[in-house]
């Protein structure tokens, strides 16, 4: 049997760089083909692309021939309490050898157990057995893949009775550890500081900002049926709204530029409208750089 | 260091059952209360999943009507739910279980209309390969023929039905004009191949259902067409191994 699997050749193994990026789609695929757009990278999730073969892996590798890519994984469950799935890391291992990707990324979450995969980034308790078992998990994904990863906050909508250690200092904790990057999602500080009764300046000037190789940005949801009290979900289905770009401006001036990425997985705009909100933090980004020259 | 169990088992198994009770050793530190917190992670994994089987199965939504297909879905999700995080393989039960539903015995045909969407689905995400083109065949000597072994296209899918399939599912694609469907109008046997880019969804003339599975047995040239006349004595080998070398159904000829 003949497989034609093109090989990577320009952009193989490129560092994805400090702009911003945007969540690769279908149905952007012969556009983003045809015009190029200017822009720093695209993010795909892997399980997508867990396919031997078809259009998905065509329309990819054209687009890997002419950008950065970042693999954000959303299926390893690294904060759950089972092993992870060992044919789920061969077939992730595949894809990074396949794409090159100039970043990989999953969740501090658990989506699979008891043999069943549940779709969602679900939340674990923040105890010294949890950080332990997820220092495994991330030792054995950096160890299968031959490279680090960064590993995101949640966006959360309970809390555990048993959690002991905040979140920022666990995700601290864990990249100490396993010399693991961080993911800050912006957003998820966000709708969990409303869901959680936290201020989510508070949350940034706690967290592990050396460590973060990777910021995600995205619109969510407010739960209008409930008759109290104040919901967000985190559904990636609308704009990113202003309060979350002034929680980004004040995180990139501490940062300094890092990989931005618009991320967006419901009620899909067209193009143009995802590459204005990269514009947008690419333009954050730069007048941050410009201040700090400034002064 | 604790070794109490994380609270995950009852977590996870509540997830699937919407009308329990809400898992132990989650708490709400302010209002809304812990059910319709809790209710946001069960709403989002039957959510996606629902998307997931959604587009995967435009024509059993289209048949069904929204609605039905929601509820449907819900059934199935609890019955069977993903395994792997892999979810483009997800719904290859979907089929059996309409088959089995009780509600939908009236629609006999259902199922197999899953299973020709599961088809396409399967075609569409298959390992790429050079489909095998008339010169490979010229250089065979004539005697040899009836002993060949002809590897089908990875993507090659059989879907053999009773039913009007590949009409129905024409019929309820995007565009198409609305018509009405004679289910008695005889049994199609459909050949999924994606040879380059395109899913290609073929239907297949009397005998050409019987020929295809048997070489997707291993079968031998020759028994496959004995299996091909002892469905239909019409059936003419050399015009089907034209139309099937033309369409890309063959990568290897040993």
């Known amino acids: 049997m003949t497989l034609s699997v093109a090989p990577i050749t320009a952009y193989s193994g490129a560092p994805v760089p400090a702009q911003a990026g945007i969540g690769l789609k279908a ?71 396949r794409y090159q990707p100039g970043l990989v990324s999953e969740h501090l979450a658990w989506c699979r157990r008891g043999g069943v995969y549940y779709n969602d980034l679900l939340p674990a308790p923040y105890t010294t057995a949890t950080l332990n078992t997820i220092t495994e998990h991330i030792d054995q994904m950096q160890t299968a893949l031959g490279r680090t990863i960064l590993v995101e ?90 309060e979350v770009w002034n929680l980004y401006a004040y995180t990139i001036a501490r940062t300094g530029p890092v990989p931005t990425l618009i991320e967006r997985d419901n009620n899909i705009p067209a193009l143009g409208d995802l590459l204005a909100e990269a514009a947008r933090a690419d333009q954050i980004m730069q007048s941050q750089n410009r201040r700090a020259r400034a002064s | ?121 399967d075609a569409y995400h298959a390992a790429d390969a050079k489909p095998l083109g008339t010169e490979s065949f010229a250089k065979i000597t004539p005697g040899k023929i009836p002993r060949i072994r002809l590897a089908l296209h990875p993507s090659a899918q059989l879907v053999r039905s009773i039913w009007p399939i590949l009409t129905i599912w024409k019929t309820n694609q995007d565009g198409a004009k609305p018509c009405e469907v004679d289910l008695d109008q005889g049994a199609e046997d459909v050949l999924a191949l994606r040879p380059q880019r395109e899913v290609e969804l073929h239907g297949l003339a009397p005998g050409s259902g019987a020929f295809i599975e048997a070489l997707m047995q291993n079968e031998p040239l020759e028994s496959a067409h004995q299996a091909a006349i002892a469905q239909s004595d019409n059936f003419d080998l050399a015009a089907n191994l034209a139309h099937f070398i033309s369409s890309g159904t063959f990568i290897q000829v040993s």
């Open chain 1, 153 to 242: 906050n949640p966006s959360t909508y309970v809390a555990f009775e048993d959690s002991a250690i905040p979140e920022t200092e666990f995700l601290a904790e864990a990249a100490r550890r396993t010399g693991c990057s961080l993911l800050l999602d912006v957003n998820n500080v966000y709708v969990s500081g409303v869901n959680q009764g936290y201020d989510p300046y508070a949350y940034i000037d706690a967290f592990a900002l050396h460590a973060v190789g990777e910021i995600h940005m995205a619109g969510h949801l407010e739960e209008s049926l409930i008759p109290s009290g104040r919901l967000l979900i985190d559904d990636h289905g609308s704009d990113i709204i202003e």
């Open chain 2, 1 to 121: 260091m604790s070794n109490t169990p994380a609270p995950l088992a009852s977590f996870a198994n509540a997830l699937l059952d919407p009308g329990g009770p809400v898992p132990g050793g989650i708490i709400a530190a302010l209002e809304p209360d812990i059910k319709t917190r809790f209710d946001v992670y069960r709403n989002n994994v039957f959510a996606s999943l629902i998307d997931a089987l959604r587009d995967s199965f435009p024509v059993i939504e289209k048949l069904l009507g929204k609605t039905y297909f929601r509820a449907l879905a819900r059934e199935f999700i609890i019955t069977s739910p993903p395994e792997s995080p892999v979810l483009l393989e997800y719904g290859a039960g979907f089929a059996g279980f309409i088959e089995t539903f009780p509600p939908l015995q009236d629609m006999v045909w259902l199922a197999d209309i899953a299973r020709l969407e599961m088809a396409w689905l």
């Open chain 1, 27 to 97: 149905r952007h695929y012969l556009e983003i083909i045809e015009t190029r757009p200017a822009l720093g990278w695209f993010e795909v999730h892997p399980e997508n692309y867990m396919g031997a073969g078809g259009p998905p892996h065509h329309y990819l590798t054209a687009i890997r021939e002419n950008y950065p890519l970042s693999l954000h994984g959303v299926g390893m469950a690294l904060g759950g309490d089972e092993p992870l799935d060992k044919a789920h890391l061969k077939r992730f291992r595949a894809l990074v050898e």
